[in-house]
């Protein structure tokens, strides 16, 4: 059974830092990363990390603020939020994502995780 579980989402003032988890079960992955998706608006890339050589991928709009990384031996993948913006205020979904000369792409909603609701008061 295919498993991304997130957890660490909460209301955060803006300024501040948060970190999401996502553990992953239940199938093989070239890599795991990050969607997000506002209410009303569109889904948006935030981050993807390939499995076998942890090279990394961010959205425009968070570069230099998170930071993906993962503890392999625990299949756990970590998105550290800092410096968050109210504009950050999303759910953010765990998904299978891969790379392809050299930008991500992300499997379909079989391989997201329910996702995890972030708040950004100003």
């Known amino acids: 059974e295919v498993q991304l579980v997130e957890s660490g989402g909460g209301l955060v003032q803006a300024g501040g830092s948060l970190s999401l988890s996502c553990v992953v079960a239940g199938f093989t992955f070239e890599g795991i990363g990050w969607l997000r998706q506002a209410p009303g608006g569109p889904r948006e890339v935030v981050a993807c990390?390939?499995?076998?050589?942890?090279?990394?991928y961010y959205g425009d709009s968070i570069k230099g603020r998170f930071t993906i990384s993962s503890d392999a031996a625990a299949n756990t993948y970590y998105l550290q939020m800092n410096n968050v913006k109210p504009e950050d205020a999303a759910t953010y979904y765990c998904a299978r994502c891969g790379s392809n000369d050299g930008r991500p792409y992300y499997y379909g909603q079989d391989y997201w995780g329910k996702g995890t609701l972030v708040t950004v008061s100003s």
């Open positions: 990390m390939t499995r076998a050589d942890r090279r990394t």
